[in-house]
Nanobody
Framework: QLYLVESGGGLVQPGGSLTISCAAS????????MGWFRQAPGKEREFVSG????????SYVDSVKGRFTISRDNAKNMVYLQMYSLKPEDTARYYC??????????????WGQGTQVTVSS
């Protein structure tokens, strides 16, 4: 069993930056590929980014390419999402996810409770 807890969300102005974090507790964190998803009110949850358990390869949804960066620290059981040039349409609840697979896109079977990111002036 893997437990995931997100943190670092908040209110940021358009064009600003924010880093959200995901702390994992449980055995063998390094065997999991990790992902970030988001869900805005009235919309379906969407994949944002993922990072492989093996070679650190990454994947991003087109709307965040060049603005978001995912990374992981296996020694600390942490995953991060650095977000730059934030837009109002990035406003959503962001969820951390984990899956015992190699692909950075999942599938993912473990989920956190999410952290809210609001981009507004």
């Amino acid at each position: 069993q893997l437990y995931l807890v997100e943190s670092g969300g908040g209110l940021v102005q358009p064009g600003g930056s924010l880093t959200i974090s995901c702390a994992a507790s449980g055995p063998s964190f390094s065997i999991y590929s990790m992902g970030w998803f988001r869900q805005a009110p009235g919309k379906e949850r969407e994949f944002v980014s993922g990072i492989s358990r093996s070679d650190g390869s990454t994947s991003y949804v087109d709307s965040v390419k060049g603005r978001f960066t995912i990374s992981r620290d296996n020694a600390k059981n942490m995953v991060y999402l650095q977000m730059y040039s934030l837009k109002p349409e990035d406003t959503a609840r962001y969820y951390c996810a984990a899956g015992p697979v190699t692909r950075p896109m999942g599938p993912f079977g473990f989920w956190g409770q999410g952290t809210q990111v609001t981009v507004s002036s």
